[in-house]
């Protein structure tokens, strides 16, 4: 897990946690100018409790950075646009006392604040951010290794499964072929039974005819017969 001074010395473990925004909020109330996406210097040193020209040094040693993480200095026209902007959002009276920058404007963005958190020592407020982030890396490790020891649990069972599998393999060849010679051996037997049933059935129809004949035979040994004429 990092350290606190490794977060303060390495940019590549700070863009890692670019994503926790979230913990700002968790540490202090960051105030956010009208349009919810912006602070000013004032408000960023506010934040921290220290100096604008603390925070302004730290901006400055490090400002390929921040830019990269939403940090932007408005002037001209650009200025002139944003303050606009931010009067259309500024309700009622507040809008008189919207403070408007007379020649530049430096801006940051959430992000840009956590990356400040994460540079700027002086102050205990990043300090507290900065445990924060990494008592959460902490959390997200000892999940993600309890997940990795499921995950390899699971492979180990599935792993035993497979050699039970292949062990049991043959089994089954043997007997799908027993099935086989089994349904070879009923429909023999299907056949050799249809076929003894056409012959019981000729059988009966034969024994019927015989019947009907020894009927006959009866009859005409009932009826009498004639006394033989005297000469």
């Known amino acids: 897990m990092p350290t606190e001074v490794a977060l303060l010395e390495s940019r590549a ?12 909020d968790k540490v202090k109330s960051l105030v956010m100018l009208p349009d919810g996406i912006h602070v000013r210097t004032e408000d960023v040193a506010r934040y921290f409790e220290v100096s604008t020209e603390a925070l302004k040094k730290v901006t400055q040693r490090h400002r390929d950075e921040m830019e990269g ?3 932007v200095l408005l002037r001209g026209s650009d200025l002139r646009s944003f303050h606009r902007d931010m009067l259309s959002l500024w309700s009622g009276g507040e809008a008189e006392s919207y403070p408007q920058a007379a020649t530049q404007l430096t801006l940051y963005t959430r992000r840009t604040v956590l990356n400040v958190a994460m540079l700027l020592r002086e102050s205990d407020i990043a300090r507290c951010v900065r445990t924060y982030l990494l008592d959460a890396e902490g959390d997200l490790r000892e999940r993600y290794d309890a997940l990795h020891f499921r995950v390899t649990g699971i492979e180990s069972c599935l792993a035993g499964v497979g ?6 393999g043959p089994v089954l060849r ?3 072929e027993r099935f086989d010679s089994l349904d070879r051996k009923l429909g023999a037997t299907h056949e050799v039974v249809g076929a003894m049933s ?20 009866a009859h005409r040994l009932r009826e009498p017969h004639p006394a033989p004429r005297e000469e």
């Open 69 to 71: 993480n939403g940090l």
């Open 163 to 168: 050699s039970a599998l292949q062990e049991l």
């Open 13 to 24: 473990l700070r863009v890692e946690q670019m994503v926790r925004v979230d913990i700002l």
């Open 174 to 176: 043997r007997m799908s």
């Open 198 to 217: 056409v012959r019981l059935a000729d059988v009966a129809h034969d024994v019927r005819r015989v019947d009907a004949r020894l009927g006959d035979v």
